[in-house]
């Protein structure tokens, strides 16, 4: 009882667990490279949410504010450790979809059930004679 | 020169800088930017000798980012486990020795400048993760040896490296995420980023968020080391690498993930009913990694696949130490990381020049090779003996103290598990030492091939050297790591 009343008092981060779990079920079960990043996106953007919203203080007051003038106030710090966090998933983002690019180009899918049949399949999808150029 | 302070930000400042500056300056000049990138990885050795020494003379070093005092600003400290930052340089800077000649057959021209910037961002990534004392700083520098280790992976020729790569960047995404979260908790319940505060201020008494953070830590740092049941990103990451990349992936982002573990678990070093059960699970899943990672790396016919198994089963030796969580245990784990990774260096080396000269990774095609390349082989045959754990040799000090470790939990069977991971580590060492050395040459590339160049002899040479001196230097080491061994976690005896 005394549970559900708190976690009821705390939506806000209920959502983001949830969001964090439906990224991760994407990422670990989707065998489509494009959508495995999507659902990492979606992961990421759940823990920025979740860190955001923790520098939300209820009766919070500014601490640099003239006299007289009020204002809602949400902890700097929070903030700036997510746009340091925007700045890494945007990286890992282009890094994946280079990578995607390649593996299109060389492996010819990016569904991972069609890349492993092609490699049962010796010389359906076969990649341009690639042992033979790292050995020489 | 000693009284400068600044030498602890220079050890990851240095090779981040040094690493970015190498397409700028050396693009499609592959010599010079190996020259470049020797020197700046031997700079970062010296920078991390100084500190070392200072460490011996006067005890640990703490540094305030910006003036910024710690507690508000990121400070910076170097201590015992800090200390790995001489190791981790020094075996990059061997790497990157080997690099000269192997990438240029490994790695399409065009990209190799851009291989020598990543291997120095990674060990400025590591080198920052060592040292780093706020939570927050962690995250950072670990993603930075992480994404420069996905891409180093995808430097390879080989079709199946950007899938390799693929592979282990969405897991080490995951892994990160997790650990993101948590740091995220624990500011949130504590208000502070820097470690040492935080640990202090954490509140075990309503376990909930504790619990969550410290689910979160351990399984995004154990994905990180590959520990057992989420190692499978690793054996196809390492495998698919280029030769010195493997030796850095197996030997040092690895051991990363269980030196995150050993930051962070301190943060919950007052709940008891939380840390000891996830102490508990990591300690069994250490053993079935011990064995499994034995058992696979036994199966396997490609030899740096082999090798990559292998790490998975030294990961599990490990993290049974750092479960076990009494002293003789702990500080065996924390030899063995540095021991393993000059091992590992060394046989992921010595399995490049092997395929440097002849073409060939399958171990039966490796068969009369130490007629051809007697230096190599032997390298290789060191290794493998030092990596089965014969007593006077590196990977014998860590096994040892872990067993002793074992012993006094009153955990007999994990002494049986490492006797029997050993004995499996025998037999595939057996098999790959026959096949170079008994077994006349099935290959026309094998009985053909020439001994390898200098500049990959002498990081072997070294890291054979290195394998009998860890081995002897036990003691020292050992004596080194104690006083750093009663602060984790509270000190259980």
């Known amino acids: 009882m005394n549970l559900a009343a708190e976690a009821f008092s705390h939506v806000d981060y209920l959502v983001t667990v949830a969001l964090f779990l439906i990224g991760a079920w994407i990422l670990l079960t989707s ?79 990016v569904e991972l059930d069609e890349i492993a049949s092609a490699g049962e399949q010796p010389g359906a999808a076969a990649p341009p004679d690639s042992r033979g150029h790292a050995n020489d | 020169m000693t009284e400068w302070p600044h030498w602890l930000p220079i050890l990851a400042v240095l090779p981040l800088v040094g690493g970015a500056l190498t397409p700028l300056l050396f693009h499609r000049r592959p010599v010079a ?157 504590t208000g502070t980023l820097n470690i040492e505060d935080a640990a202090a201020d954490l509140d075990l008494s ?10 979160g830590l351990a399984t995004g740092f154990a994905v990180k080391a590959a520990l057992f049941p989420v190692h499978f990103w690793l054996p196809d990451a390492h495998a698919a690498a280029p030769a010195p990349v493997s030796a850095i992936l197996s030997a040092l982002v690895v051991k990363a993930g269980v030196v995150g573990l050993l930051r962070t678990l301190e943060l919950f070093a007052g709940g008891e009913g939380l840390l000891q059960p996830m102490l508990n699970s990591i300690v069994w899943l250490g053993a079935l990694g011990a064995l499994g990672g034995a058992l696979m790396a036994l199966v396997q016919r490609d030899i740096k696949l082999m090798l990559a198994y292998s790490t998975v089963a030294n990961i599990g030796y490990i993290l049974i130490g750092l479960g076990l969580s009494t002293a003789s245990a702990t500080t065996g784990a924390m030899i063995h990381v540095v021991n393993h990774a000059v091992i590992k260096v060394l046989l992921f080396l ?42 006077p040799m590196a990977g014998f000090v860590g096994k040892w103290q872990i067993a002793v470790g074992a012993l006094q939990a009153g955990r007999p069977i994990l002494v049986a598990v490492l006797v029997i991971a050993g004995l499996l580590v025998l037999a595939f060492s057996v098999r790959v030492t026959n096949a170079m050395y008994f077994r006349p040459p099935s290959r026309i590339s094998a009985a053909a091939a020439t001994e390898a160049p200098v500049s990959m002899l002498f990081p072997l040479l070294v890291l054979t050297a290195g394998c009998f001196g860890l081995g002897m230097a036990g003691q020292v080491m050992l004596r080194f790591v104690a006083p750093a061994v009663p602060g984790l976690y509270g000190g259980i005896p």
């Open chain 1, 31 to 109: 065998g489509n490279l494009v959508k495995k990043v999507i659902g990492l996106n979606i992961m990421e953007t759940s823990v920025f949410a979740f860190i955001v919203t923790t520098g939300m203080i209820d009766d919070g007051a500014p601490p640099l504010l003239a006299a007289g003038v009020e204002g809602p106030f949400a902890s700097p710090l929070p903030h700036a450790l997510v746009l340091t966090g925007i700045v890494v998933a945007v990286s890992v983002t282009s890094l994946a979809l280079v990578l995607i690019l390649r593996v299109k180009a060389e492996l010819g899918s």
């Open chain 2, 350 to 391: 010595a399995a490049g020049a092997f395929i440097h000269r002849t073409g060939l990774r399958c171990i039966d095609d490796l068969r009369g090779l130490a007629r051809r390349m007697p230096f190599t082989a032997f390298a290789m045959g060191v290794g493998l003996v030092s990596l089965s754990g014969v007593p």
């Open chain 2, 206 to 215: 309503t376990p909930m968020p504790a619990a969550l953070a410290l689910a």
């Open chain 2, 33 to 189: 930017a190996w020259f470049w990138a020797v020197s700046v990885a031997a700079a970062t050795t010296l920078v991390a000798m100084t500190l070392l020494l200072k460490l011996i003379a006067s005890g640990g070093l703490s540094y305030a980012v910006g003036g910024w005092l710690p507690q508000y600003g990121i400070e910076l400290r170097f201590d015992e486990i800090g200390a790995f930052a001489l190791p981790a340089s020094l075996l990059v800077l061997l790497s990157l020795s080997f690099s000269r000649h192997y990438v240029a057959r490994a790695v399409d021209s065009g990209r190799i400048s851009f291989y020598y910037a990543l291997i120095l961002i990674n060990l400025g990534g590591l080198n920052g993760f060592l040292i780093t004392g706020d939570l927050f700083n962690l995250f950072v520098f670990m993603e930075i040896f992480s994404v420069s280790a996905y891409a180093l992976v995808a430097t390879a020729r080989e079709p199946v490296a950007a899938l390799a790569a693929l592979k282990y960047l969405f897991l080490g995404a995951l892994s990160s995420l997790l650990v993101l979260f948590s740091v995220g908790v624990v500011f949130a319940m």
